[in-house]
């Protein structure tokens, strides 16, 4: 996927690069979060207007496109992916798009690793939007971290996919434990939208 997407688009222009990931997928299984889900994402990101933005989970780079395209001209993107040579390919596809540092940062490390050491990569600012894709298992020792971590500023709008699979039962039942934290806005096809309000 990579290979055909850096090939086949339009280098600096993050729509092609968009385009080509979802042409790619039209004949190959992808795990990109693909192009209905992806448009919902945007459509979050401009609600919120986020200051920071985490994602955990950076895999190809096309949800972190996604954000980067929504994110107000200060806004910041910090994504984590844990296996090296995948964050690196997920880099490069975000640099092709036309991104640069400052605007976005991959950190390659265990994402509850990469929670606990937060506050390093983002001084004083407080995450208003998170974007969690990738092992469902590990969406609640993730979420109680950034809790206990005091990371979310209040309101932040948190978005898990694939919470349809088995695995992301324990999430979703602590979720519903706390109403008075959590309140669920949408959850369409796997994809949950929810806003945490301590």
């Known amino acids: 996927m990579h290979a055909f997407v850096f090939v086949n688009c339009t280098h600096g222009e993050a729509q092609s690069v968009l385009e080509t990931f979802d042409l790619y997928a039209q004949a190959h299984p992808s795990l990109a979060i693909g192009r209905e889900k992806g448009e919902y994402v945007e459509e979050v990101v401009r609600r919120v207007a986020p200051s920071q933005a985490l994602e955990l989970g950076t895999h190809c780079g096309y949800s ?63 995450v208003e939007l998170v974007l969690m894709d990738h092992d469902v298992q590990q969406y609640l020792p993730e979420l109680m971290l950034l809790e206990s971590g005091g990371s979310l500023a209040t309101g932040c709008v948190l978005l898990a996919n694939n919470v349809h699979l088995s695995g992301a039962q324990s999430f979703l039942d602590y979720i519903r434990s706390q109403p008075g934290r959590y309140r669920i806005n949408s959850l369409t096809q796997g994809l949950l939208e929810l806003n945490w309000c301590p």
Do not use: M, W, Y
Not at 83 to 110: H, R, Y
């Open 64 to 126: 972190s496109i996604r954000i980067l395209c929504a994110l107000p001209s200060s806004g910041r993107l910090l994504t984590v992916e844990k296996d090296l040579a995948t964050a690196d390919a997920g880099e490069e596809i975000i640099l092709v798009a036309g991104f640069k540092n400052p605007q976005f940062q991959v950190l390659t490390s265990p994402s509850v690793e990469a929670i606990t050491h937060l506050h390093s990569h983002l001084g004083d600012k407080l």
